[in-house]
C-alpha cells in the first residue's frame, strides 16, 4: 500500500504563486509516473500536469501550460506541482496520484491511477 501526502494549498490572490508538495511512502516511489490532479465542486477530477518516472517526460493540460511546473526529486519520494500566475478559476481540491503501470509512459486519465492522496485545498481570490 502506497500512502500519499499533499501539501501546500492555500487562499492566494490572483496572480500569486503556491507550490505544492506531495510525499509517498514506499521505495517505489521513482518507478512510476505521478499525475496532479484537480477537482472544483461540481466538477469531474480532471489531469493538470503528469511526470514520468525519471522526470524526462511532462504533459500539462492546457490550463495548466505556461504557468504550472510538475518536478519531482526520487531521492525524496516527492512530486511537485509549482503554480504561478493563479485565477480564481484554478481553485479546487488538488490531487497527487501514483500511475498503475510500470514503464517510460504517461497517465492522462483518472483511471490510470491507482493510489491517490487526500488533496490539499487551492482557493485564488479575485
Known amino acids: 500500500q502506497v500512502q500519499l501526502v499533499e501539501s501546500g494549498g492555500g487562499l492566494v490572490q490572483a496572480g500569486g504563486s503556491l507550490r505544492l508538495s506531495c510525499v509517498a511512502s514506499g521505495r517505489t516511489f521513482g518507478r512510476y509516473a505521478m499525475g496532479w490532479f484537480r477537482q472544483a465542486p461540481g466538477k469531474e477530477r480532471d489531469i493538470v500536469a503528469a511526470?514520468?518516472?525519471?522526470?524526462?517526460?511532462?504533459h500539462y493540460a492546457d490550463s495548466a501550460k505556461g504557468r504550472f511546473t510538475i518536478s519531482r526529486d526520487n531521492a525524496k519520494n516527492t512530486v511537485y506541482l509549482q503554480m504561478s500566475s493563479l485565477k480564481p478559476e484554478d481553485t479546487a481540491v488538488y490531487y497527487c496520484?501514483?500511475?498503475?503501470?510500470?514503464?517510460?509512459?504517461?497517465?492522462?486519465?483518472?483511471?490510470?491511477?491507482?493510489?491517490w492522496g487526500q488533496g490539499t485545498q487551492v482557493t485564488v481570490s479575485s
Open positions: 496520484a501514483r500511475r498503475k503501470e510500470l514503464g517510460t509512459g504517461l497517465g492522462y486519465l483518472t483511471n490510470e491511477y491507482v493510489y
Open positions: 511526470i514520468n518516472w525519471n522526470g524526462a517526460n511532462t
